[in-house]
């Protein structure tokens, strides 16, 4: 056929990946949950890409949100809390050839693995960030979160939340060497699938917050957006997240923006009078460190020696 | 001061050149004088011809300390020996001090003893600022004192007859006395002087050439005694390194393509090596965002294909165990080293010690089989990489390398490494993977298994730190997690049955055996030897397998009346007040010998900071055999 490769050739009979292909252990997350969405919508976006399932691999750390991997019949790391953003990092490093995912929540990305978070938007490797933000901590039953609202009653704040939440959107904006970053909701399908296909799409770290509902602790938190879809933001640019137009008009609330403007990202990210949906930046030309790392891939067993045969004799008497 | 050829001549033929085996020599400077190039210099041309020679920088603390000062000496030891030389020694036998206030640091680290040949830049002496002249006359009286044998040299001046900047000339002009003293040919060393400065263009090398020249004439002419400590060349090819460059050599032999650090003394110059060797053969160091960060994308590395290293300090490694517990639980292949320094907490970090041991093996939470290799000489510093790596990919998990900042820091010379093509990684298996052999397809007897890499078709799994059941899929079933942790456990004790017993350096039975790991070998031997000669009945082994064991320990042990371990980390002096034989803490390796093989084994450990010089040993087991002959 043309355009494709000769060692594709041999690859006959071609082979078709279904949904089910991509499709792990039955999902345990509760009825309701808005983790199904994004499952559903990344199982969906490989079949439509047709991803090796083999070629495909997800990182997580610890949370409800990092069961994510077991529910994928990909390659998967289910990690340590917080942590899994270095490990994604690691394996990118030596794999331009994996389809990769980062599934983390808010505990996970902005509490304990904050540190991570900051360094691997900088780092700019090429994969998918997926940020399931509940507004809680729902696995270890309900501890308030750094983006959990203020006045927010929990376990470890019964009287409420005493802090204003953090902004994970705000926070990745100010991220040297940021290169996409996106917001999108699990109740809204289409534009969910959108927003994680453009993610997968761009080179670079694409970071996508998902505001998730959970049906067991923060069930309020969302109901109102959801009902009242004037309380999100539609982001539209040709360069932007795709949106059938006749999805659009269901949110009343529309803006032109255009995603290379970081100024502007950043006002809108930071305005508090709704939940901007759609792409908020993009630079397609951010460094990229994976190039660095995988400049050497592909050195003969030879070459080495003889590399490090070089090293030694500097050090002969 | 002029010194002619006829003047050289006559105190030549007057000095005597007494024959030794082995001498100490050290030079000290302000930072940035080039005593440290100067040190390497002269070994290095020791070590060509022949000699035997372990070198110790003398680092100071801060980056730029204040000159003349007792915290700035910056430096080289050089213990130099006809045969083999294992550690850095007792006391100095001459020191070149460029100014006098930078020897006190080696006094109060005990480094000079009454006798020691002390060379001195006598230039202080006629400074302008009276406050320098006193103390520096104040010091000389001091030194007299001490019965250090001074020798005021003219260093500076004699400098400034071929430089204007005698700070940067001072280093040549000293490796002209030491080449003098220790009756190197000359010729040789010329040759070596212009070949390194052959870049820098002829005025240079003339300047050196002449600095060096002036320094030897002068030791011609005014020093009586010198010295020559015999040489023979080896037939074989030498390399000569620090233990830290032998890691990173090691690293790059095994094949290891991803080295994974955040900077932290002393094990950062590991990571400095590789930084600029590394990428030749493909590979890269990454200097995370901190030590956890390292781990993890270490072992994202390993996981997807390679097996990587991370390389940390004791700090560096409390904050790692969570993820070693990881790479245990989930069988990731990685090579961890940690260069130890001196704890608890922030420490010494610059100085040697041995405290880590419990913490690699005991530091994760639940029980997390780990395999933990000490070596014990610069050469096994290279070796041991190799091993690691291929124990980490046969056993598949994390394996352990516990060295020393004296390993770190001290050279010494080895027979050059014969690279093979089979101590490299294989390159990542991308076959097709029977779709019928789970993840975890434990072996039931070894509880070994082989991994799917990614992109091995018919191999997807999910890795997690959670218990889990062949297939890798979550299990909280008690059967299922007692038999996967008998499963990780089991592996060492395979590992251990594929061991041979340590050797006994000495005889198989006697009175005392006395037990060392890492970088206390040649101490531990050179003073056991010295007993031994003298007719006592005392044995030593060293241990390079930490986690699992060598076998046969206790065989070993019960052919002595007494073992005692020598180490370089804390334990409970016997008779200090409160302690008794009940709430005395031993060292750490005499900790685990005493639980593995319910041996009465006693300990020695002390914390100086520094090596323990063989000196010390001798003295500890010297009392011991006074102890025993009074028992008697």
Known sequence: MQGLRNEWEAEAPQRTCTLEDYQGAAPRWCPGCGDHAVLNAVQKLARDKQLPPEKTMVVSGIGCSSRFPHYMSTYGFHGLHGRAFPVACGVRSRRPDLHMFVVTGDGDCCAIGTAHWIHAIRYNMDFTVLLLDNNIYGLTKNQTSPTTHIGEKSNTHPRGNVLPPLNPLSVTLGITNASFVAQTVDWNPPHLFNTIRSAYEHKGTSFVRILQRCPHFTQHIFAEAQNDMSQCRLLLHEDGIPLDPQLQRLFPNRTAHNPNDLAAARRIASSEDAYPVGLLYRDPNAARYDLQTQAGLGRSQAEKMAATEKWLSRYEL | ?632
């Open chain 2, 1 to 632: 001061m002029s010194t002619s050829t006829a003047d050289a001549e006559i105190a030549k033929s007057a000095s005597a050149v007494q024959i030794v085996d082995q001498h100490i020599v050290e030079i000290v400077s302000d930072s940035g004088e080039g005593a440290q190039t100067c040190g390497q210099m002269f070994a290095d041309l020791c070590a060509r011809n022949g000699n035997g020679i372990w070198t110790v920088e003398i680092i100071p603390a801060e980056i730029e300390p204040p000159s003349r000062s007792r915290a700035g000496a910056s430096g080289n030891r050089i213990r130099l020996g006809t045969k083999p030389v294992t550690n850095a020694g007792d006391c100095a036998d001459i020191v070149v001090a460029l100014n006098e206030q930078v020897l006190y640091s080696r006094i109060d680290a005990g480094a000079l003893r009454a006798g020691t040949v002390v060379f001195v830049d006598r230039t202080w002496a006629e400074s302008d600022d009276a406050d320098i002249r006193a103390r520096y006359a104040e010091a000389m009286k001091d030194f007299n004192d001490r019965n250090y044998f001074v020798v005021e040299a003219p260093i500076e001046s004699e400098c400034r007859k071929h430089t204007d900047d005698p700070r940067k000339g001072k280093n040549m002009w000293v490796l002209g006395l030491l080449c003098a003293i220790y009756d190197l040919d000359r010729g040789g060393v010329n040759d070596n002087i212009t070949k390194r400065f052959a870049k820098k263009g002829d005025a240079v090398v003339k300047k050196n050439l002449d600095l060096f020249a002036d320094g030897y004439d002068w030791t011609l002419a005014h020093v009586q005694q010198r010295y020559r400590v015999p040489a023979k060349k080896s037939t074989q090819p030498m390399v000569v390194m620090n233990g830290n460059q032998a890691l990173g050599l090691g690293v790059m032999a095994a094949g290891i393509e991803v080295c994974s650090m955040y900077p932290i003394t002393p094990a950062t110059s590991v990571s400095h090596f590789l930084a600029t060797a590394l990428q030749e053969t493909g590979g890269f160091v990454h200097q995370a965002e901190d030590e956890i960060a390292a781990i993890g994308f270490a072992i994202g590395a390993s996981y997807a294909g390679k097996t990587a290293v991370t390389v940390t300090s004791g700090p560096g490694l409390a904050l790692k165990t969570e993820f070693l517990g990881y790479a245990v639980m989930a069988e990731v292949p990685l090579v961890v080293i940690v260069v130890q320094r001196g704890g608890p907490s922030t420490g010494l970090p610059t100085k040697i010690e041995q405290g880590d041991l419990l913490a690699a093996l005991y530091a994760s939470p639940g029980d997390s089989p780990k395999i933990i290799l000490a070596p014990a000489t610069i050469e096994e510093c290279f070796h041991f990489v190799i091993t690691a790596r291929k124990l980490a990919e046969e056993f598949r998990g994390p394996v352990m390398i516990l060295t020393d900042a004296n390993l770190a820091t001290g050279q010494q010379p080895f027979p050059k490494p014969q690279l093979q093509a089979d101590w490299l990684a294989a390159p990542v298996d991308q076959a097709h993977w029977d779709e019928k052999v789970p993840p975890f397809d434990w072996d039931a007897e070894t509880g070994l298994s082989k991994r799917p890499i990614p992109g091995q078709r018919g191999g997807e799994y999910i890795l997690t730190g959670l218990a889990h059941d062949e297939e890798s899929h979550v299990a909280y079933e008690s059967a299922i997690n007692q038999k996967t942790m008998e499963m990780r456990s089991r592996k060492l004790a395979v590992l251990q049955s594929a061991l041979q017993p340590p050797e006994v350096h000495g005889d198989a039975s006697g009175d005392l055996l006395v037990i060392g790991w890492g970088s206390t070998l040649g101490a531990i031997e050179e003073a056991v030897d010295i007993l031994r000669a003298e007719g006592k009945r005392v044995s030593s082994i060293h241990l390079r397998f930490l986690s699992p064991m060598e076998p046969g320990l206790k065989a070993i042990f019960q052919n002595f009346k007494n073992v005692m371990t020598v180490e370089v980390n804390y334990s409970d002096p016997v008779g200090a007040p409160y302690i008794t034989p009940e709430s005395r803490r031993y060292s750490q390796l005499a900790q685990l010998l005493r639980s593995q093989t319910l041996t009465d084994i006693d300990c020695w450990s002390q914390v100086p900071g520094s090596p323990i010089p063989p000196s010390r040993i001798l003295a500890e087991l010297r009392r011991r055999f006074d102890m025993l002959t009074k028992e008697n």
